[in-house]
């Protein structure tokens, strides 16, 4: 998944550079054409991408607050969310268009499926949500929203202050209903500056490099409620917000792996079961 995440972003440069992506802000379907079917391809060859409309909902602003932090929900309803497999969430012009691939295990449930998190939208760009079910179909829902400069904006706190924090974690469950294990959610939060590699650095001038969480593992009663790999597209200090299926008194284990090596662990704790 590593190497698809590689080459969709080569293909996305190559289409900027050959001219095939028209430089306007404020155009949409035609000027990301050429990106969006080079990802795409990429990533699901010659399958066919369904319309998702009724199967995978996705909430994002039609106009940003900040391009750096920008949230996205994606839902999808119990009928269809026990069939589905993985999750891919895809910004077609961002300098490395797919955020995320969240690919569910047997803890994720068979009711209805919540995930949130926040991303960098780099400009004005269509937003994708990509729901593969266990039969290999795969339905997309697409959302437009006005951002720019979210790949480059400046980090929230100074290099060597996140530093100290980094690897961090918080996870925190919250029960809807105690004796409905089908209707649980949590959230998990991760310390980290999820460099872009676009970002300056406002002492030195010189450009940070990239350095970012590329892999979160999530796991409740030793059942995998799903695994993430991602890219520069999540925002600094990386969210997420979800449902699952599971035992309230159950601890919930992270683990998470960035771009350098470096590997964090964090659980809830029993006063939050």
């Not at 729901?131 to 697409?142: V, Y």
């Not at 409905?180 to 500056?193: D, F, K, L, S, Y």
Request: charged content about 20%; hydrophobic content about 40%; overall charge neutral.
């Amino acid at each position: 998944m590593r190497s698809k995440f590689i080459r969709s972003s080569i293909v996305a440069g190559m289409a900027a550079i050959l001219g095939l992506v028209a430089p306007q802000l404020g155009a949409r379907a035609d000027d990301t054409a050429a990106i969006w079917d080079s990802v795409r391809t990429d990533l699901f060859g010659t399958r066919d991408v369904a319309d998702g409309a009724g199967k995978v909902m996705l909430e994002a602003p039609y106009r940003a607050e900040d391009a750096s932090t920008v949230p996205l929900t994606v839902r999808l309803p119990a009928g269809f969310a026990k069939d589905v497999k993985s999750l891919t969430l895809v910004i077609d012009k961002n300098p490395s268009p797919v955020v995320a691939s969240f690919t569910y295990g047997d803890a994720a449930g068979t009711g209805e499926r919540v995930l949130a998190t926040r991303v960098r939208i780099d400009q004005y760009s269509n937003v994708r949500a990509i729901a593969e079910t266990n039969d290999g179909k795969l339905f997309m829902t697409m959302k437009f929203v006005k951002a720019s400069g979210g790949c480059s904006a400046p980090a929230g706190k100074d290099p060597e202050e996140a530093a100290k924090t980094m690897g961090k974690m918080k996870v925190m469950t919250a029960f809807k209903d105690p004796d409905n294990a089908t209707a649980q959610e949590a959230q998990v939060m991760i310390r980290h500056p999820n460099s872009s590699g676009m970002q300056m650095d406002q002492l030195t001038g010189l450009y940070i490099p990239t350095h970012f969480v590329d892999k979160v593992a999530v796991k409740t009663g030793g059942k995998t409620v799903f695994t993430m790999t991602g890219g520069i597209s999540i925002s600094e200090n990386p969210n997420f917000r979800f449902t699952y299926q599971g035992n309230p008194s159950d601890v919930m284990s992270v683990e998470a792996e960035d771009s350098k090596g470096n590997v964090f662990k964090g659980n809830s704790t029993p006063s939050q079961s």
